[in-house]
């Protein structure tokens, strides 16, 4: 009996040590290339994109996707996003802004002093999908002038077509954030430019 409990030990011990683990696939979140579609070349603004609010169910180190049941969250602990998703979107939301604006200073806000014409707060309903159906992106974004008073809140839900692979549901949802910033991009030139 100790016989097989020790044969048994060393095979266990031999499966831990000498066993290798998948490495999990890291995914970024990429601004898109807006030099063709330029929104406004006048004179440049400040302004700050604030940390951007992530609802705790999507708010973790794996992408989470909903099952084609419409109420089964999927977690894959083999496919990961590079950073935490609120740092992450919030780079590539000021990426892309700055691209349809590039005249303007657009940067994340990150220090309670830093001053800026307009601070954009955006707040993340859903960022998800379905794959081989749709990715969605629902979120509430409201831009405040400089002495927090605030001057523009809409909720945006926007939808692309979806793949089944996890590189689609990043490239769906870089798209995603790109149409969100262009609605940020062209509301932010209005407010610049009251008069037009």
Known sequence: MKKIIALCSAILLSACVGGTSKAPNIYTLKPMDNTLTVIDQSKGISVGIAEVKVPNYIDKPQIILV?????????????????????????????????????????????????????????????????????????????VDNNNNMLFKKQTKIQNELGDTYTDFVIAQSNLLNRLSEEIATELTRLDNPQD
């Open 67 to 143: 099952e084609s049941d419409g109420i089964t969250l999927k977690k894959s602990e083999f496919e990961r996003w590079s950073e935490d998703l609120a740092t992450l979107t919030q780079r590539t939301i000021a990426g892309d802004i700055s691209t349809y604006l590039p005249n303007a200073i657009i940067k994340p806000k990150n220090f309670i002093n830093e001053k800026f014409d307009f601070v954009v707060y955006v707040e993340i309903n859903d960022m998800t999908g379905t794959f081989a159906d749709k990715a969605t992106l629902d979120v509430w974004w409201t831009i």
